[in-house]
C-alpha cells in the first residue's frame, strides 16, 4: 500500500458526460501528479500540482482540468468525454515540487470506460 | 524531448533464469534513472533508481547500472520467480527542475512459468 488513495476505483460513462476522479496523496506529500495510462498511448504525465498550485502540464487535453484544494487532496475533472479517453488514470505524489530524486508514489488507479 | 525505449514484451521465462530488460534513454540534461514495477491489478511501485552516472540501484535482487556513455540503465536479475511476473517500465526525470514528472518506457510484461 503505497499510502495514495484514489476514488472511485472504476467509472462507467457515456461520451459527451463529464467526471470527476479523486486522489488524496500521502500524509506530508505537497505534490500531486495525474498520469494516464492507455494501450496505444502508454504512461503520459498529465498535470502537476504542488501545494495547491499548478507547477507543470504535460499532455493534457483541453477537456481536461485538474485541481489541489488546501487540504491537498486533487480532482481531476474530464469533460465532453470521448471513446478514446477510456484509460487507467492514475494518481501519485512526492514530498517535494522537485528534488534529485523525485521518487514518486502510485495510487492504484480509476479505470475510466466510456461507451 | 526525453524519450524511453525499452524492449517489447511479453518476456517469457523460466522459474531461476536470468532476466535482462533492456532500457535505452534520450534526454537533454542529465536525468535520474528508475525503473517501476506494476503488478496485476494495481498501482506503480518504485523498484529501484540511480542519479547519476555508474550508479546501480538494486532491490530485491533487482540491480540496474546507468551507464552514460551508452545512456541505457538495463535491468537484471539473476534469477526470477513466479512472483516477480509483472509489467516493468523504465523511466527517467529531467533533473534540471524544469520538468518534474516522469518520462515511461511502453512497459515490458514479464512471465515466469514455473
Known amino acids: ?115 | 524531448g526525453d524519450s524511453v525505449t525499452q524492449m517489447e514484451g511479453p518476456v517469457t521465462l523460466s522459474e531461476e533464469a536470468f532476466l535482462t530488460i533492456n532500457c535505452t534513454y534520450t534526454a537533454t540534461g542529465y536525468p535520474s534513472l528508475f525503473w517501476y514495477v506494476q503488478y496485476p491489478g494495481e498501482g506503480l511501485q518504485l523498484l529501484l533508481k540511480a542519479t547519476k552516472a555508474d550508479d546501480k540501484g538494486s532491490n530485491k535482487g533487482f540491480e540496474a547500472t546507468y551507464r552514460k556513455e551508452t545512456t541505457s540503465f538495463h535491468l537484471e536479475k539473476g534469477s526470477v520467480q513466479v512472483s516477480d511476473s509483472a509489467v516493468y517500465f523504465c523511466a527517467l526525470t529531467d533533473r534540471g527542475g524544469g520538468r518534474r514528472a516522469l518520462t515511461f518506457g511502453s512497459g515490458t510484461r514479464l512471465q515466469v512459468q514455473p
Open chain 1, 1 to 115: 500500500d503505497s499510502g495514495v488513495t484514489q476514488t472511485p476505483k472504476h467509472l462507467i460513462t457515456a461520451t459527451g458526460q463529464r467526471v470527476t476522479l479523486r486522489c488524496s496523496p500521502r500524509s506530508g506529500d505537497l505534490s500531486v501528479y495525474w498520469y494516464q495510462q492507455s494501450l496505444d498511448q502508454g504512461l503520459q504525465f498529465l498535470i502537476q500540482y504542488y501545494n495547491g498550485e499548478e507547477r507543470a502540464k504535460g499532455n493534457i487535453l483541453e477537456r481536461f482540468s485538474a485541481q489541489q484544494f488546501p487540504d491537498l487532496h486533487s480532482e481531476l475533472n474530464l469533460s465532453s468525454l470521448e471513446l478514446g479517453d477510456s484509460a487507467l488514470y492514475f494518481c501519485a505524489s512526492s514530498v517535494a515540487e522537485t528534488s534529485v530524486y523525485n521518487e514518486q508514489f502510485f495510487g492504484p488507479g480509476t479505470r475510466l470506460t466510456v461507451l
